[in-house]
Nanobody, 124 residues
Framework: QVQLVESGGGFLQAGDSLRLSCVASGRSFSSYAMGWFRQAPGKEREFVAAIDWSGGYTSYADSVKGRFTISRDNAKNTVYLQMNSLKPEDTAVYFC?????????????????WGQGTQVTVSS
């Protein structure tokens, strides 16, 4: 059974940093693109960041570019999201996702698997 389990969420102050982790199990995802999405209360789920299978290609939403960094460790079947200079508008549930057909497809919201999400709350 494939599972994506996110961790690392919490309650923070504006300007703080946080690292989210997503561990995949049930199969190897070393050939899959992986990424992060988020959904704020009353809003649609939106793309945050994606990384290809090798880690050589990354993409980011404009709203997080320069503040967030996505990375992965294929030996651990894990993808990370380092979030710096957090803002109240970053408050959301953050979801991990994977896509066998590449990062571009994942960026469009087309994922093979989704995690359950982890809450990040940023206070001003």
């Amino acid at each position: 059974q494939v599972q994506l389990v996110e961790s690392g969420g919490g309650f923070l102050q504006a300007g703080d940093s946080l690292r989210l982790s997503c561990v995949a199990s049930g199969r190897s995802f070393s050939s899959y693109a992986m990424g992060w999405f988020r959904q704020a209360p009353g809003k649609e789920r939106e793309f945050v960041a994606a990384i290809d299978w090798s880690g050589g290609y990354t993409s980011y939403a404009d709203s997080v570019k320069g503040r967030f960094t996505i990375s992965r460790d294929n030996a651990k079947n894990t993808v990370y999201l380092q979030m710096n200079s957090l803002k109240p508008e970053d408050t959301a549930v953050y979801f991990c996702a994977t896509q066998r057909l590449g990062a571009s497809r994942l960026q469009g919201g087309d994922a093979d698997y989704w995690g359950q999400g982890t809450q990040v709350t940023v206070s001003s």
